[in-house]
């Protein structure tokens, strides 16, 4: 099997409404439908594009089956956005326009990329990433 991407990814949050809001208006996401109190999904990528964001609150499916203890089944996560390079800086002072602290930048040589970093309201360490512009696909 060859993996074509992630079709999506589900973070556990305290405040589904919040956490929406800063998804949407911080990290500029568009949103793929209305948010509810249990659920708020969000196009990772470009909207219609198979990979998607969803913010829960409450259990997942199979749950019961985790190795770790009730109350410790999800941690926090780290994960990047690929954001091109003429909009890296406008991402970047969005995030620090809403107060949120920024870390950055750190060059990657070794992947020929530059990132910034910052944290959700849930604590999960997300990450803007941009390949250097010789290196860019067209």
Do not use: C
Request: no cysteine; glycine share 8%.
């Amino acid at each position: 099997m060859t993996s074509r991407g992630f079709a999506e990814l589900v973070l556990i949050v305290e405040d589904v409404p919040k956490a929406a809001r800063f998804y949407r208006d911080v990290v500029g996401l568009e949103p793929e439908h209305e948010t509810g109190e249990e659920w708020a999904w969000f196009w990772a990528g470009r909207p219609g594009d198979p990979q998607r964001i969803a913010l829960h609150r409450g259990t997942l499916l199979f749950e019961e089956h985790s190795p770790f203890p009730e109350g410790e089944r999800f941690g926090h996560v780290h994960f990047a956005f690929d954001v091109a390079r003429e909009d890296l800086d406008e991402a970047v002072a969005r995030v620090g326009n809403a107060g949120i602290e920024v870390y950055g930048p750190v060059e990657f040589d070794w992947m020929s990329a530059r990132s910034y970093y910052f944290y959700d309201p849930d604590g999960n360490l997300l990450e803007f990433w941009s390949r250097n512009q010789a290196e860019a696909p067209e």
